[in-house]
T-cell receptor
Framework: KNEVEQSPQNLTAQEGEFITINCSYS?????LHWLQQHPGGGIVSLFM???GKKKHGRLIATINIQEKHSSLHITASHPRDSAVYIC????????????FGKGTKLSVKP | GAGVSQSPSNKVTEKGKDVELRCDPI?????LYWYRQSLGQGLEFLIY????????KSGLPSDRFSAERTGGSVSTLTIQRTQQEDSAVYLC???????????FGPGTRLTVL
C-alpha cells in the first residue's frame, strides 16, 4: 500500500482553468515536496513545505498537518503546465529519503 | 556544475550484462540519493549517502544492485547481471546541509533487452 496517495491520477483541463491536485499521507512527516516531471523525464522541485502555504508565480501549495493533506493549485493554467506532478514526503524518523506518490498527469489543452 | 548531472542519459544493454550509472551532485552537497522510476510506476527510493556515514541501502531491490560514492562527491550505481525488470529511469538527487530540498538530475534511461 502506497503511503502517499495522490488524486486525481489524471487531469485534463482547458487553458485558463484553476487546477487542484491533492496529496494525503498516513503518518507524521517532517517535510512535503511537490515535484514536476516533464515529458522528457526531468524532475524539478516546485515546493518544499512543512506547514502553511507557499506561493510561486501561478503555483500555490498548502499543507494541513492535522489532516495530513496537501494541495497544489495552479491558477490560470497554460499548456506548458502539462506535466506529471508528484507529491513526496519525508517522514520524521527517516534518514532523509523521500516516499513518493504515484503522480498526477496533467494535460492542459489550448 | 550548476546542477546535478548524470551519465549516460540513455543506456541499452543485454540481459546479463553489468552496467554502471554515474551521478555528479551539486558541488558541496553532502547528501546524495538514487531513485528509480519504472514504466508506469512511481519513484522508488534505492540508496542514500550522507557525508561519511554508512549509506542507507534499504531500498536496493536485490544484491545485484550496489552503489558507491567516492570522495564524498561522484556516485556510481552498479547493476550486475541486468534483468529486463531493471529497465527504468534511474534518477539521482543531491541535497545540501542547510535546506531539505533535493535537486534532481536528468536521469539515466536504462533499457535491458
Amino acid at each position: 500500500k502506497n503511503e502517499v496517495e495522490q488524486s486525481p491520477q489524471n487531469l485534463t483541463a482547458q487553458e485558463g482553468e484553476f487546477i487542484t491536485i491533492n496529496c494525503s499521507y498516513s503518518v507524521g512527516i517532517s517535510a512535503l515536496h511537490w515535484l514536476q516531471q516533464h515529458p522528457g523525464g526531468g524532475i524539478v522541485s516546485l515546493f518544499m513545505l512543512s506547514s502553511g502555504k507557499k506561493k510561486h508565480g501561478r503555483l500555490i501549495a498548502t499543507i494541513n498537518i492535522q489532516e495530513k493533506h496537501s494541495s497544489l493549485h495552479i491558477t490560470a493554467s497554460h499548456p506548458r503546465d502539462s506535466a506529471v506532478y508528484i507529491c513526496a514526503v519525508k517522514y520524521g524518523g527517516s534518514q532523509g529519503n523521500l516516499i513518493f506518490g504515484k503522480g498526477t498527469k496533467l494535460s492542459v489543452k489550448p | 556544475g550548476a546542477g546535478v548531472s548524470q551519465s549516460p542519459s540513455n543506456k541499452v544493454t543485454e540481459k546479463g550484462k553489468d552496467v554502471e550509472l554515474r551521478c555528479d551532485p551539486i558541488s558541496g552537497h553532502t547528501a546524495l540519493y538514487w531513485y528509480r522510476q519504472s514504466l508506469g510506476q512511481g519513484l522508488e527510493f534505492l540508496i542514500y549517502f550522507q557525508g561519511n556515514s554508512a549509506p542507507d541501502k534499504s531500498g536496493l531491490p536485490s544484491d545485484r544492485f550496489s552503489a558507491e560514492r567516492t570522495g564524498g562527491s561522484v556516485s556510481t550505481l552498479t547493476i550486475q547481471r541486468t534483468q529486463q525488470e531493471d529497465s527504468a529511469v534511474y534518477l539521482c538527487a543531491s541535497r545540501g546541509d542547510l535546506y531539505n530540498e533535493q535537486f534532481f538530475g536528468p536521469g539515466t534511461r536504462l533499457t535491458v533487452l
